[in-house]
């Protein structure tokens, strides 16, 4: 029977490869992937004819492949050699292992031309040579990988990015289709025109081609590309494109056509184009006005529309894009006022009108936009005062309001605090704190201000008088009403409560609490899916009482639930409780547990949908700890108690250790959670605070990114899940990272997308310090995730 070795990536091997491995001449799987190997690779390895998978990917591998690499390698199916230091020409021998699907070569130093024959691989579906220093054939000035392409009947996906090619796309070189869905020719010295033939690659769903010396326009046949979805032909010198060409595509979720020559108008057809996330068309030559069918993209998440001639006013409608993140219209000729509908857009991090002509005043509903953490309008002709309604955007860290005709006083509270005079350079008559190199605002007269202090004290008796005398009419008027609702039978107290459910109801709606109806099981009890009879679908959570703590159990989270209301907690629908049964019904969450993802072999979260969830949890932490009435902490966050909806929204659950603190947001307990999420001051003394849960969440973020549970087993007492990513970030982030999560035959951003992760993995081990004193608040940790998510934004791909 054959060998089949797989090494884990985590193992943190390190040294020369051994040759002792070409004595396994049954192996057929081998896998050194995200270690730290050195050297080159043996010779004899390349002898075993049964390989079928080859990984020394993301190592610091160097040498050159040996010529004759392949031809003892008949049934090798994939070769990852990425991310090395990998010198030479790539091997002619490649083409003896026919059977190759997949080729991994990107991120080394190879050199040379990428051999033809590589087209004779028929069951080739991946290629990446991205980030190499390869060249084309001096003898030819077009790019021979074209033909390759076009010859390989199962491509879907090629990456040529990153080398040195300068040379031009060949003009006949696609003349068939091709089940091409992906290609990125990135910054590789690209000349010419697009050619024509590009119209044949009928199945292509994204086209990179940023950062070359393409010029013209677009063909004809490129609107045959109908599942086109992203389109990414930033900074290079396109100067005949007709943007109406994208109107025609039903699929397309980006376009980047920044930093060319494009000149014209925006077309009306654009707004057609429902599927839009991104439209980036900064530093071209665009004039006239936005067409007002472009406010009707509600899904669109970021516009940049910076330096160019666009002109007219902007209107209440900018607003309807309610879920965009950023907009960017700096640098064009817009005149009239900031339309005050623009305080509607919650969502949004980024705004920059800078370098307009705009006037008026800014608007007081600015002060309504409470996501946003970078606002730019200098340079405008703007008056009047800076809103204090700004000092409530918690999040703000950058503002920009210089070179405007801006008069009254600086607000000094909130984001205002940590701003400096750079921000408000060059206005008419600011004035304010002298930090801000403005004079101080004039102080109001002695005798103006004992007679406005008068009149102040005669209107708040005036105003004690009628409350009191109001106060006194609604008691009298309540009392008579009391007695009519009580004998009428009326009870409104119990309106907004949760609904009150019988037993019988829930033993109906589990079918007997069948085992078929079971969620999962918890420390005090079980969870089932019911569906009671008005045909609602709830999960019942049923305290077993013979376990200890679970009426205490039961009694707080009733307490606690009673009036949380968010977006990211778990809603109650109702209860049951009498003294040998107790249960809570709860909001059904289609998508079960976090944890159920995390240890799925089948399901995979993305990075972004990753991030999403951690940022719905802080988000319902900020809630706990900051915006309730009596801060709350949860005590046993971990990802078992963070559930998903059908939109894959997170929902924070199971308070049933949660603690109401008091004034000094302290408590104790004798009460344990989870081992491994345990904040250190928890775990030994008891105390309680909201730091612990950061402490979690913490735990929580590395999990997440790693996939490793924190009591895994080769976690003992000198190393931890939190020692262990210490140690990794940020230059062995790869050695950490769930397998799954990253590839470099993801293509473009890798690296990008990489620094992303690294950040968060910084932003837990701020969580998770051992001093509570020196962790990060669910505050700062929320804007923090935000900034990462605003930054990962472009990468994240269509």
């Not at 009428?488 to 109906?508: C, H, I, N, T, W």
């Not at 013979?546 to 109702?574: M, P, Q, W, Y």
């Not at 310090?769 to 962790?775: A, V």
Request: aromatic share 8%.
């Amino acid at each position: 029977m054959a060998l089949s070795l797989y090494i884990c990536c985590c193992t943190f091997l390190a040294g020369a490869i051994p040759r002792e491995i070409s004595n396994l001449h049954n192996l057929e799987f081998l896998s050194f992937e995200m270690n730290k190997l050195t050297g080159s690779i043996p010779v004899e390895i390349f002898n075993l004819s049964m390989m079928r998978i080859f990984g020394f990917g993301m190592n610091q591998l160097s040498g050159n492949l040996p010529s004759t690499m392949c031809h003892m390698l008949p049934n090798l199916e994939q070769l990852y050699l990425e991310i090395n230091n990998f010198t030479g020409s790539i091997p002619n021998s490649i083409p003896n292992s026919s059977r190759l699907n997949l080729i991994e070569l990107s991120h080394n130093f190879f050199t040379g031309f990428i051999p033809h024959s590589l087209g004779e691989l028929r069951f080739l579906e991946v290629l990446n040579l991205c980030s190499n220093n390869l060249v084309s054939d001096s003898s030819s000035p077009e790019l021979g990988f074209i033909t390759l392409m076009t010859n390989s009947e199962r491509l879907t996906m090629l990456e040529m990015c990153e080398n040195p090619f300068n040379a031009t796309l060949p003009n006949s070189a696609w003349n068939h289709s091709s089940p091409l869905q992906y290609l990125y020719v990135y910054s590789s010295g690209i000349k010419g025109s697009i050619p024509d033939g590009i119209g044949n690659l009928s199945s292509l769903v994204t086209l990179s081609m940023k950062n070359n010396h393409l010029t013209g326009s677009f063909p004809d046949r490129m609107q045959d590309l109908q599942k086109l979805q992203g389109v990414d032909l930033l900074r290079n010198k396109l100067s005949e494109i007709t943007l109406n060409s994208f109107c025609v595509f039903r699929y397309l979720v980006g376009i980047h056509l920044d930093e060319n020559q494009i000149s014209g108008s925006i077309p009306e057809c654009l707004g057609n184009v429902t599927s839009l996330r991104d439209l980036s068309l900064g530093f071209n030559r665009l004039n006239s006005t936005i067409p007002a069918t472009l406010w009707q993209l509600k899904d669109l998440v970021e516009l940049n529309l910076s330096s160019n001639l666009l002109s007219g006013s902007l209107p209440p409608e900018v607003s309807s894009l309610k879920i965009a993140t950023a907009i960017d219209l700096s640098m064009n000729r817009f005149s009239g006022d900031i339309p005050t509908t623009i305080g509607k857009m919650q969502n949004l991090n980024y705004l920059s009108l800078s370098h307009n002509r705009l006037h008026g005043s800014i608007p007081e509903s600015i002060g309504t936009m409470l996501s946003l953490q970078s606002l730019d309008i200098s340079h405008n002709l703007l008056s009047g005062s800076i809103p204090r309604s700004m000092e409530t955007l918690e999040y703000l860290t950058y503002l920009n309001v210089s070179f405007n005709n801006l008069t009254g006083e600086i607000p000094s509270g909130g984001p205002f605090r940590n701003f400096t005079s750079d921000a408000f350079i060059s206005n008419a008559a600011l004035c304010g704190a002298q930090r801000f190199h403005v004079p101080p605002c004039p102080s109001i007269p002695s005798h103006r201000s004992k007679t406005k202090k008068v009149h102040r004290t005669m209107f708040i008796l005036l105003g004690v008088i009628i409350a009191m005398g109001a106060i006194s009419f609604g008691f009298v008027y309540l009392r008579c009403r009391r007695k009519d609702k009580l004998s009428s039978g009326e009870d409104l107290s119990l309106v907004a409560r949760p609904e009150r459910l019988s037993y019988f109801k829930l033993l109906q709606a589990t079918n007997g609490y069948s085992e078929s109806n079971l969620l999962g099981t918890g420390s005090f009890g079980s969870v089932y899916k019911g569906t009671l009879d008005d045909g609602r679908v709830v999960a019942i959570k049923v305290f077993n009482l013979e376990l200890e703590g679970a009426f205490k159990s039961f009694d707080a989270e009733c307490e606690v639930l009673r009036n949380l209301r968010h977006r990211n907690l778990t809603k109650v629908i109702g209860s049951c409780s009498n003294p040998d049964f107790k249960a809570l019904v709860l909001e059904f969450m289609p998508n079960g547990s976090l944890e159920k993802w995390l240890c799925s072999h089948n399901d995979c979260l993305d990075i972004m949908q990753r991030l999403d969830i951690l940022i719905d949890v802080a988000t319902a932490l900020q809630y706990l700890h900051c915006e309730y009435s009596t801060p709350v902490a949860h005590c046993d966050l971990k990802p078992g108690n963070v559930l998903l909806d059908e939109t894959m929204v997170a929902h924070v659950s199971d308070f049933g250790i949660a603690k109401l603190l008091g004034q000094d947001n302290i408590t104790f307990t004798k009460t344990l959670a989870t081992l491994g999420y345990l904040a250190p001051e928890y775990g030994l003394e008891g105390l309680v605070s909201t730091k612990c849960d950061v402490y979690s969440f913490g735990i929580m973020m590395m999990e997440v990114f790693t996939r490793t549970n924190p009591n895994d087993e080769r976690f003992g007492e000198k190393i931890s899940l939190k020692s262990w990513v210490n140690d990794c970030v940020p230059n062995g982030i790869t050695h950490i990272l769930d397998a799954n999560l990253l590839r470099a035959n993801d293509g473009e951003y890798f690296i990008e997308k990489l620094d992303c992760i690294s950040s968060m993995m910084k932003v837990a081990l701020n969580c998770t310090m051992e001093s509570p004193r020196e962790r990060s608040n669910s505050q700062d940790v929320l804007v923090a995730l935000k900034k990462i998510k605003l930054q990962l934004l472009p990468y994240k791909g269509p």
